[in-house]
Nanobody, 119 residues
Framework: HVQLVESGGDSVQAGGSLRLSCVFS??????MAWFRQAPGKEREGVAT??????RYADSVKGRFTISRDAEKKTLSLQMDGLESEDTAVYYCAATRRPGRSLVEANYDYWGQGTQVTVS
């Protein structure tokens, strides 16, 4: 049974930092990602991790860092220089497909989300 559980969401001031974590059960995934959904907007890919390589959306490049710890079965997202536009519910996602897609349809397993609010 696969389960993804996010944590770390909070309310912070612009310019601040947060670190999101996603603990997953089941086999270790080689492809994982963070997505986010702001009010009234579609869910969008933020960052992906695949076999040690990463890819970021242009809007977060240079500010966010994705990492995975296979031993702890944890996917993390370090978010620095937060902006009000980063306010959203953040979701952890995983798939057994290879690649670094930022497309929602390419992911099979999802967490319940964690709220990040930047003011």
């Amino acid at each position: 049974h696969v389960q993804l559980v996010e944590s770390g969401g909070d309310s912070v001031q612009a310019g601040g930092s947060l670190r999101l974590s996603c603990v997953f059960s089941g086999n270790v995934f080689n492809t994982m990602a963070w997505f986010r959904q702001a009010p009234g907007k579609e869910r969008e890919g933020v960052a992906t991790w695949h076999a040690g390589t990463t890819r970021y959306a242009d809007s977060v490049k240079g500010r966010f860092t994705i990492s995975r710890d296979a031993e702890k079965k944890t996917l993390s997202l370090q978010m620095d220089g937060l902006e009000s536009e980063d306010t959203a519910v953040y979701y952890c996602a995983a798939t057994r497909r290879p690649g670094r897609s930022l497309v929602e349809a390419n992911y099979d397993y999802w967490g319940q989300g964690t709220q990040v609010t930047v003011s």
